[in-house]
């Protein structure tokens, strides 16, 4: 009995520790939060990268709002004039990249390098190439 015991307390603990050390994401940690839950928040860009150089001074986007709703609102900044941009956003299939659709109709693509509760990370291919690495944490 004890042996039986001892082995179910041995798989539970082997089984949390690779389901803790999976995730769908290059960084973070696996959540048992929904995914949604996770990306619906108002964030704050930490870090916002272009093929390794630090933009983030440039002020392109300094806060977003993700409703569950599906619809947010980029805030940031065009030549030093402050912008606010509404937008709509969807998950893909596989909810490995956001999909967001502009106020113009355009699509843009970002895959989802990290999405926790309180930080997350999307990197986004620019029509020139460019590698846009942002780095978003919650207010």
Not at 53 to 74: E, V, Y
Not at 89 to 100: D, G, H, M
Request: charged letters at 20%.
């Amino acid at each position: 009995m004890t042996q039986r015991i001892l082995s179910h307390f041995l798989l539970f603990t082997l089984s949390f520790f690779f389901l803790a050390s999976c995730s769908k994401y290059e960084e973070g940690n696996a959540s048992l939060a929904s995914k949604k839950s996770r990306l619906v928040n108002h964030w704050r860009t930490q870090q916002i990268t272009s093929n390794g150089t630090d933009i983030t001074s440039l002020n392109i986007i300094t806060d977003i709002i993700i409703r569950d709703n599906n619809t947010m609102t980029i805030n940031g900044a065009f030549w030093g004039v402050p912008t606010t941009a509404e937008a709509k956003w969807v998950f893909n299939a596989k909810k490995t990249n956001v999909l967001i659709t502009n106020s113009d109709g355009s699509l843009d693509d970002y895959a989802i390098v990290m999405l926790q509760k309180d930080e997350a990370k999307f990197r986004r291919i620019d029509d020139d190439g460019n590698v846009i690495l942002y780095h978003f944490v919650t207010y």
